[in-house]
């Protein structure tokens, strides 16, 4: 590293700018050695922002808003975007929650305590974070993760139909129960 002139911050990570661009020209940097989210998932997605940086003359900035997360015991925690108390700070919220008992799959399984937990921005009806914690927590948070992607509305959610019985039916009823939080 010394003797490439890339530099490194007081952590030991390397230092870039919002295109990945280390302060040595035309040497890009993602994944573990920038010290931002260290998942598989996210240095991939990062990955291709630098090859079509280090393509193109039109820059892309990265979003690491949406990046989801999840913690693989038992129950599974899964989750993307902001929590209940970092959204209050900037924005006006509805909060919703459903247990996966007041589904049939889940009451099926015996989750008592499972739930899922959505955070919208009262306005836009924009979607600022999901949390879930239970069976196929990582699985189920997909579908709001492709929302996000797409136009972070929960609109793009509430149209699609979902098979009867399955837990995916859990995504719906999280929506379904939004209320206003002060």
């Keep these: 590293m010394e003797n490439t002139g890339v530099e490194t911050d007081n952590n030991g990570f390397i230092k870039i700018n919002e295109y990945f661009q280390t302060t040595k ?20 997605a990062e990955a291709d922002f630098v090859w079509h940086n280090s393509m193109h003359k039109q820059n892309q900035k990265f979003d690491y808003s949406n990046s989801p997360h999840a913690v693989f015991t038992y129950p599974e925690i899964a989750a993307v975007g902001l929590k209940e108390q970092e959204a209050k700070k900037n924005h006006k919220i ?21 739930f899922a937990k959505a955070i919208v921005e009262r306005d836009t009806y924009k979607i600022l974070g999901f949390h879930i914690i239970g069976p196929y927590a990582s699985v189920l948070i997909q579908e709001v993760i492709n929302a996000m992607a797409y136009d972070g509305k929960l609109n793009s959610l509430a149209a699609g139909m979902r098979i009867h019985p399955a837990m995916t039916e859990l995504i719906a009823d999280v929506f379904n129960n939004l209320n206003t939080v002060d």
């Excluded at 509805?94 to 499972?114: C, H, I, N």
Aim: no cysteine; charged share 25%; net charge positive.
């Design 25 to 44: 020209g035309n040497i890009w940097a993602f994944g573990d050695v920038i010290g931002k989210q260290m998942f598989t998932h996210v240095s991939r």
């Design 94 to 114: 509805l909060v919703g929650k459903a247990f996966y008992k007041d589904v049939s799959k889940g009451a099926a399984l015996r989750q008592e305590k499972t």
